[in-house]
């Protein structure tokens, strides 16, 4: 792989977005893991109203947490294509490079911050 126009290490870019992506992936297995011990403990052990009540609602916040985390893996799997692909860090919309900062922060960022405000304008 080579540089993009600022620069940029491609293949640690590469590597941090794999490592990233990793990390997401263990951390909806961990959830998805710990929703499961929740559920199967609400049909041994269902307790009082309070305590399924509790067991429902942790259920559901972590069942949140697991969906977050799986969009975010996805977003990374999406820009490792595009690094491989050489579309990683420009704009959808206008072509232009994605500045680094946001890059840093958001690496699977589609659009430059111009491009994303008008889209979440058009909203």
Known sequence: MTSVDDGVDLEQVAALLRQRHEQTVEQIRVQTA???????AARHEPGDVADAGSLISDTAQRDIVTAALTEQAERLSAALDRLRDGSFGRCRTCGQQI???RMEVMPWAIH??????RAERGR
């Open 112 to 117: 430059c911050i111009s491009c994303q405000q």
């Open 99 to 101: 500045p680094l900062a």
């Open 34 to 40: 710990e929703s499961h011990h929740l559920r199967q």
